[in-house]
């Protein structure tokens, strides 16, 4: 089983509807990043948390860390075909700070 | 600021040839790093550079896959013979700081 899991594996909203993915980790999470990428492209870093209960937003996306470190949210207000992509959940699980990714949410915004 | 440069973005090569990719970092960033993403998948980290010194390379498979850092800035993976299973896109990132922020587009291999 992964060590990271993702949820939804894809998720298709209508322009204008909020979202959430999810990531979910076994192990304590030391710091966990989201990341964004488009087809054929390399990953965008969108935000880094560390602390339990932090929360950070860029734009019209909101991300936060449960206070058991152990599971992330990333929420989309009001979504636009441009947040259209893969999102990424990394995670740094203590193991020499290498950083371990889930497997993405591909979302798909109909305008 | 430039980003992290790659080349070639595509390349479609048989199964027991020989391959091999290149990567530029940012200016300055001292942390390199390699990824596999095979389809549908995550990125899996292959091997890491602290300047041109190897941090980590315990899930580069060996027996036929090498990377080097020349002088610590550019840095080369290659693949000896490639296999089928290798097909997936190469992706390089750099750091200042170990968060790794800055992702070069990839290099999509195909394995035929």
């Known amino acids: 089983s992964q060590e990271l899991e993702q949820s939804p594996q894809s998720l298709i909203v209508q322009e204008g509807k909020n979202l959430t993915i999810n990531c979910t980790s076994s192990?304590?999470?030391?710091?966990l990043y989201w990341y964004k990428q488009k087809y054929g492209e390399g990953l965008i870093f969108l935000m880094m948390?560390?602390?339990?209960?932090e929360e950070k937003s860029h734009e019209k996306i909101t991300a936060k860390l449960d206070e058991k470190k152990q599971q992330s949210s990333l929420h989309i207000t009001a979504s636009q075909p441009s947040h259209a992509g893969i999102y990424l959940c990394?995670?740094?699980?203590?193991?020499?700070?290498?950083?371990?990714f889930g497997s993405g949410t591909q979302l798909t915004v109909l305008p | 600021e430039a980003g992290v440069a790659q080349s070639p973005r595509y390349k479609i090569i048989e199964k027991r040839q020989s391959v091999a990719f290149w990567c530029n970092p940012i200016?300055?960033?001292?942390?390199l790093y390699w990824y596999q993403q095979i389809l549908g998948q995550g990125p899996k980290l292959l091997i890491q550079?602290?300047?041109?010194?190897?941090?980590?390379d315990s899930q580069l498979p060996k027996d036929r896959f090498s990377a080097e850092r020349l002088k610590g800035v550019d840095s080369t993976l290659k693949i000896q013979p490639a296999k089928l299973e290798d097909s997936a896109v190469y992706l390089c990132?750099?750091?200042?700081?170990?968060?790794?922020?800055?992702f070069g587009p990839g290099t999509r291999l195909t394995v035929l």
């Open positions: 550079f602290q300047n041109n010194g190897v941090v980590d």
């Open positions: 990394g995670a740094d699980l203590g193991s020499a700070r290498q950083l371990t």
């Open positions: 192990k304590t999470l030391y710091g």
């Open positions: 948390l560390q602390k339990g209960g």
């Open positions: 990132a750099s750091s200042l700081d170990q968060v790794v922020r800055f």
């Open positions: 200016s300055g960033h001292a942390t």
